[in-house]
């Protein structure tokens, strides 16, 4: 599938970039790279324009505009929610109309390219490019953790350009399909909307989306690309690709061979093959790591808190933090203290806002 960008490469620009293509291997780049600096320039025009006239227009109350830390917080989550839904629309749709890459073999998944996954890599790359450098300046704000995911990110979205694992790179944006959810949970806290039935409903879908796309399709896929990758440390492309490649004008075209610039691919090396593994195990252990303090949140809510003894002894004692069976609600009842809450507050059930983590819990380890 053709490049689905409306604008063709800028002459100047693939010329410009064409040296440290060659010289780090990015074969593809240069047709991308007019996609990658737009998408960062757009990025960055939606922090610095739409984010501070949008939210100022529509929550004058609660846009920090005169505290730095705090509005680079806002924009930021204003920029990622854009992001976050506009590349995975994109990568759902190459998913689902990319008719080459829908029949790629192994072989065509590691070295192969079609002009639609080359658009989905460039919006990745060009989305950490505006966050590493908004992470750099404000690195007071956002600290040394985000800067280094940041540059991490970049530099394995990177190496998508040789092109390696163009199959992939729609599979694991989709990654971002909980973010959306995650960005509007902060935001419903940020406009005291907190506890809400919208944030309820808000929670459940993050939560789903959460399990379903990073643990269960995320852990799914990282297995058959690791598969993939091993093959590839031991063997190049078969013979009858590269034959077919150098066969006529026609198969050279990557908008009509999906392995056109497989035409002097070797295995590839073990240090890229463990750069992706390793990258990618560390992101899953961060997805399950994220995902049991969300599980800790939930049972938070269930178990009934502890009664410090100071406040025992003045008896100011609330039914809805103890169990009616509990020593201390018991004795507190008997003593004639606090009586009318006592009697007239029943044991609350739980309910379903009870699943729902606050933005703190959520983002503690911080999700991405």
């Given at each position: 599938?053709?490049?689905?960008?409306?604008?063709?490469?800028?002459?100047?620009?693939?010329?410009?970039?064409?040296?440290?293509?060659?010289?780090?291997?990015?074969?593809?780049?240069?047709?991308?790279?007019?996609?990658?600096?737009?998408?960062?320039?757009?990025?960055?025009?939606?922090?610095?324009?739409?984010?501070?006239?949008?939210?100022?227009?529509?929550?004058?109350?609660?846009?920090?505009?005169?505290?730095?830390?705090?509005?680079?917080?806002?924009?930021?989550?204003?920029?990622?929610?854009?992001?976050?839904?506009?590349?995975?629309?994109?990568?759902?749709?190459?998913?689902?109309?990319?008719?080459?890459?829908?029949?790629?073999?192994?072989?065509?998944?590691?070295?192969?390219?079609?002009?639609?996954?080359?658009?989905?890599?460039?919006?990745?790359?060009?989305?950490?490019?505006?966050?590493?450098?908004?992470?750099?300046?404000?690195?007071?704000?956002?600290?040394?953790?985000?800067?280094?995911?940041?540059?991490?990110?970049?530099?394995?979205?990177?190496?998508?350009?040789?092109?390696?694992?163009?199959?992939?790179?729609?599979?694991?944006?989709?990654?971002?399909?909980?973010?959306?959810?995650?960005?509007?949970?902060?935001?419903?806290?940020?406009?005291?909307?907190?506890?809400?039935?919208?944030?309820?409903?808000?929670?459940?879908?993050?939560?789903?989306?959460?399990?379903?796309?990073?643990?269960?399709?995320?852990?799914?896929?990282?297995?058959?690309?690791?598969?993939?990758?091993?093959?590839?440390?031991?063997?190049?492309?078969d013979a009858g690709y590269l034959a077919a490649s150098h066969g006529n004008s026609t198969m050279t075209d990557p908008n009509h061979n999906v392995m056109a610039f497989?035409?002097?691919?070797?295995?590839?090396?073990?240090?890229?093959?463990?750069?992706?593994?390793?990258?990618?195990?560390?992101?899953?252990?961060?997805?399950?790591?994220?995902?049991?303090?969300?599980?800790?949140?939930?049972?938070?809510?269930?178990?009934?808190?502890?009664?410090?003894?100071?406040?025992?002894?003045?008896?100011?004692?609330?039914?809805?933090?103890?169990?009616?069976?509990?020593?201390?609600?018991?004795?507190?009842?008997?003593?004639?203290?606090?009586?009318?809450?006592?009697?007239?507050t029943r044991k609350r059930r739980s309910t379903l806002e009870d699943l729902t983590p606050d933005s703190e819990e959520l983002r503690d380890g911080t999700i991405q």
């Amino acid at each position: 599938m053709r490049d689905p960008f409306p604008l063709p490469p800028i002459p100047a620009l693939s010329k410009a970039v064409q040296p440290w293509a060659d010289k780090f291997g990015f074969a593809v780049l240069p047709l991308h790279v007019h996609e990658v600096v737009g998408f960062a320039l757009f990025y960055t025009f939606v922090q610095v324009v739409v984010s501070p006239v949008l939210s100022k227009r529509l929550f004058p109350r609660y846009y920090p505009a005169h505290d730095r830390a705090k509005k680079a917080n806002w924009d930021s989550h204003v920029v990622s929610l854009v992001q976050s839904v506009l590349v995975n629309g994109v990568a759902l749709w190459v998913m689902a109309v990319d008719e080459e890459r829908k029949a790629m073999d192994w072989q065509q998944r590691i070295w192969g390219y079609t002009g639609a996954c080359g658009f989905v890599q460039s919006m990745a790359a060009g989305y950490f490019i505006w966050d590493l450098i908004m992470t750099a300046v404000h690195l007071d704000v956002f600290g040394l953790g985000l800067l280094a995911h940041a540059l991490s990110a970049l530099v394995v979205y990177s190496f998508g350009f040789r092109p390696f694992l163009h199959y992939y790179g729609s599979v694991f944006i989709l990654y971002e399909l909980s973010t959306p959810f995650l960005n509007i949970h902060w935001f419903f806290d940020k406009l005291n909307m907190t506890g809400t039935k919208p944030q309820l409903y808000n929670g459940i879908v993050l939560l789903f989306t959460f399990a379903s796309c990073r643990l269960v399709y995320g852990t799914i896929q990282s297995m058959f690309v690791y598969i993939d990758m091993y093959r590839a440390t031991q063997s190049s492309p078969d013979a009858g690709y590269l034959a077919a490649s150098h066969g006529n004008s026609t198969m050279t075209d990557p908008n009509h061979n999906v392995m056109a610039f497989a035409t002097d691919a070797e295995p590839i090396p073990i240090w890229l093959a463990a750069l992706y593994v390793a990258s990618n195990i560390t992101l899953n252990t961060l997805n399950w790591h994220w995902f049991f303090k969300m599980i800790a949140a939930v049972r938070k809510r269930f178990e009934p808190a502890k009664v410090p003894a100071a406040v025992k002894e003045k008896g100011d004692i609330r039914p809805t933090d103890l169990s009616e069976t509990m020593p201390a609600y018991q004795a507190a009842n008997a003593s004639g203290r606090d009586q009318k809450p006592l009697l007239e507050t029943r044991k609350r059930r739980s309910t379903l806002e009870d699943l729902t983590p606050d933005s703190e819990e959520l983002r503690d380890g911080t999700i991405q």
